[in-house]
T-cell receptor, first 111, second 114 residues
Framework: GEDVEQSLFLSVREGDSSVINCTYT??????LYWYKQEPGAGLQLLTY?????DMKQDQRLTVLLNKKDKHLSLRIADTQTGDSAIYFC???????????FGKGTTLSVSS | GAGVSQSPSNKVTEKGKDVELRCDPI?????LYWYRQSLGQGLEFLIY????????KSGLPSDRFSAERTGGSVSTLTIQRTQQEDSAVYLC????????????FGNGTRLTVT
C-alpha cells in the first residue's frame, strides 16, 4: 500500500538552512505536497510539486523531487524561529481521492 | 476569503456519549475530507466527499463513525458511543476539485473522551 516516511525531528540554528526529507512508495503519484502545522493550528499548504518536475522554488522554499528514488525534500533557506513547526510530506493515494501523509518532521529552530 | 471552518474547536465528552463535529468548507470547493490526527500517529484519512458521488468511506475505523454532507456544502462527522481511543484532533479539509487540487485544512476539533 501507499506509505510516506519522514524523519521525526530536525534541529537547526537561526539563519542556517533546513532540509527535511521524505520518501514515498507510490511511483504513480502525480502531485506531492508539503504542509506546515504550527501548535494548535490546522495544516497550512506550503508548496506542492508536480511529478514531471525536478525542482520548484518559492521564495525561501526549495522542493526537490527524485522520482527514481521516490525521494522528496524541502529546503528552507535562512531558517527563522517562526519556521518552528511540524512539516508533513504527502502524496495522493492511488484512487486520487485523498492525501497520504507522513508522520511529520518537527523542526526546532534555536536563536 | 474565509477558510475551512470547524466547530467546536474543543469537545470533551464522557465515554459512551455520541458527538457531532461540524465542517464548513471553502465556498465553491467540491471535495471535502475528514482526517484524524492522533498523538504519535500522524494523519489518518477517514472519509472523502465529492459532489453528489457516493463518499469514499474506506478510512472510517469502525461503524461507530459516520459522516454526511448536506447540500454539497457543510459536513458533520458523527461518532457514536465514544471510546477513549477516539480522543484525537479531527481535521476537515476541502479542495476546489478532486484529483490533484491542494487540500485546505481547518484548525480542527480536539476531541477528548473521558
Amino acid at each position: 500500500g501507499e506509505d510516506v516516511e519522514q524523519s521525526l525531528f530536525l534541529s537547526v540554528r537561526e539563519g542556517d538552512s533546513s532540509v527535511i526529507n521524505c520518501t514515498y512508495t507510490d511511483s504513480s503519484s502525480t502531485y506531492l505536497y508539503w504542509y506546515k502545522q504550527e501548535p494548535g493550528a490546522g495544516l497550512q499548504l506550503l508548496t506542492y510539486i508536480f511529478s514531471n518536475m525536478d525542482m520548484k522554488q518559492d521564495q525561501r522554499l526549495t522542493v526537490l523531487l527524485n522520482k527514481k528514488d521516490k525521494h522528496l525534500s524541502l529546503r528552507i533557506a535562512d531558517t527563522q524561529t517562526g519556521d518552528s513547526a511540524i512539516y508533513f510530506c504527502a502524496e495522493l493515494n492511488q484512487a486520487g481521492t485523498a492525501l497520504i501523509f507522513g508522520k511529520g518532521t518537527t523542526l526546532s529552530v534555536s536563536s | 476569503g474565509a477558510g475551512v471552518s470547524q466547530s467546536p474547536s474543543n469537545k470533551v465528552t464522557e465515554k459512551g456519549k455520541d458527538v457531532e463535529l461540524r465542517c464548513d468548507p471553502i465556498s465553491g470547493h467540491t471535495a471535502l475530507y475528514w482526517y484524524r490526527q492522533s498523538l504519535g500517529q500522524g494523519l489518518e484519512f477517514l472519509i472523502y466527499f465529492q459532489g453528489n458521488s457516493a463518499p469514499d468511506k474506506s478510512g472510517l475505523p469502525s461503524d461507530r463513525f459516520s459522516a454526511e454532507r448536506t447540500g454539497g456544502s457543510v459536513s458533520t462527522l458523527t461518532i457514536q458511543r465514544t471510546q477513549q481511543e477516539d480522543s484525537a484532533v479531527y481535521l476537515c479539509a476541502s479542495s476546489l476539485e478532486p484529483y490533484n487540487s491542494p487540500l485546505h485544512f481547518g484548525n480542527g476539533t480536539r476531541l477528548t473522551v473521558t
